[in-house]
Structures are given as C-alpha cells and as structure tokens.
C-alpha cells in the first residue's frame, strides 16, 4: 500500500518542490495517477481546508499548499487524461458585477480544484448575463457567485431569477457566498446552496451534486 504521509505533509506546508519530486517518484513506481490525486493532493489539500475552517491557518498559507497542490495536478494531467479519469463536475465561478474583489473568490476555486472539480473561473464583476452565458455554453453543474460588497449582493438575486425565468433552474445547481453574506439572504433569493467559507463551499457543492465519499 502506497504511503502519501510525506507528500500531504509537504503539501500542506507548500513545499512545491518536494510535491513534484513525490509525484514523479509515484508516477516512476507506477502508482495510479488518479490514486496519486486522490489518496495524495486532494486529502493533502482536505486538511488545508480543514485547518482553515478551524482558523488554524490563514490565507498565505492556503495559496502557497494551493501553489504546491497545482504543479503536482500539472503533472498528473496527461496522466488522469490516457486513463479516462473522471472529474467530480464542473463549477463555473465568479465575483458578481459592481464587486471586483477575487482573493476570497480565487481561494475558494482553488479549493475546488484540490476536490476534484473542473473550475471555470469568470473573474470579476461579472454580470448576470455572462453567468447565464456559461451555463448555457457547457456542462456546468454548479454556478458559484460571490460578493464583498452589500451593493453588489443584488445581482446574486438577479442572475437566479434570469435562470429562473429561463428554465435554466434544473440544469444548474447556484451557490453563493461572501462576508456580507448569510444562509438567510441565500434562502431569501432561492439560491441552491450558501457557504460562509471556502471549505464549506467544496462540502456544499459536493452535497449539491450528491457526490459521496468513499
């Protein structure tokens, strides 16, 4: 059985380095790549997470582990792409319009991606229409928004009543988050799902899409 103490270990103190050095000696033993992600990056990144829900650890230190989990995922890419490795599904994400804060945004699509998911990141002050865009230009499971910012907080309700008005409501699971915002306000608007932080974003998106761990 394969030990990936040391490889979540480095991880979590966002040794990039050492991170690439495991994967290739993994990948040299023949080690499955999805095993090497699964068993390796995303419970490594699984306890960054955890760490940062308790306030264990802070932001710096979740972007260097996300830094190091991301050149061992390049890595495995090829790999996970000849073996027919499925993804958990695909999250499109994005600060809504009139807000152009990204760092709490860019951390919680980084955790997305140490869980599994394909992330499409649409940036900043996004607008309603760009958000139904995206759904309706692929297979995105989950429509993700966040707002720093009360004044920006309507266009959360605006682009759930356009894909409403759409019939685009069974085609898309929406979440929301951000510091103004409450699971009150996500009930209020009808939003699917609400997280007050990013590894609660990657539980709510799993518990969404009915995904199980084993």
Do not use: C, W
């Amino acid at each position: 059985m394969t030990d990936f103490s040391q490889l979540k270990e480095d991880l979590f103190f966002g040794k990039r380095d050492k991170v690439i050095e495991y994967v290739t000696k993994y990948l040299k033993a023949d080690v499955p790549a999805e095993k090497i992600l699964n068993d390796g990056l995303i419970k490594g990144m699984d306890a960054v997470g955890e760490k940062f829900k308790s306030n264990l650890i802070f932001i710096p230190e979740v972007l260097i582990a996300a830094k190091a989990m991301h050149a061992g995922m390049d890595m495995l890419q090829p790999y996970l792409v000849k073996s027919g490795f499925k993804k958990k599904g695909t999250i499109a994400i994005g600060t809504v319009k009139g807000d152009l804060h990204d760092i709490g945004k860019n951390i919680v699509a980084m955790m997305f991606k140490g869980a599994g998911f394909e992330v499409i990141d649409l940036g900043i002050d996004v607008s309603p229409q760009r958000f139904i865009e995206a759904v309706n230009n692929g297979q995105v499971d989950v429509l993700a928004m966040s707002s720093l910012l009360t004044t920006s907080m309507p266009f959360m309700q605006q682009t759930i009543a356009e894909l409403k008005s759409k019939g685009l409501t069974n085609k898309v699971k929406t979440m929301i988050g951000g510091a103004p915002v409450t699971q009150e306000y996500a009930s209020k608007i009808g939003a699917d799902g609400y997280s007050r932080d990013a590894s609660g974003a990657v539980d709510k998106a799993k518990e969404l899409m009915q995904i199980r761990e084993g």
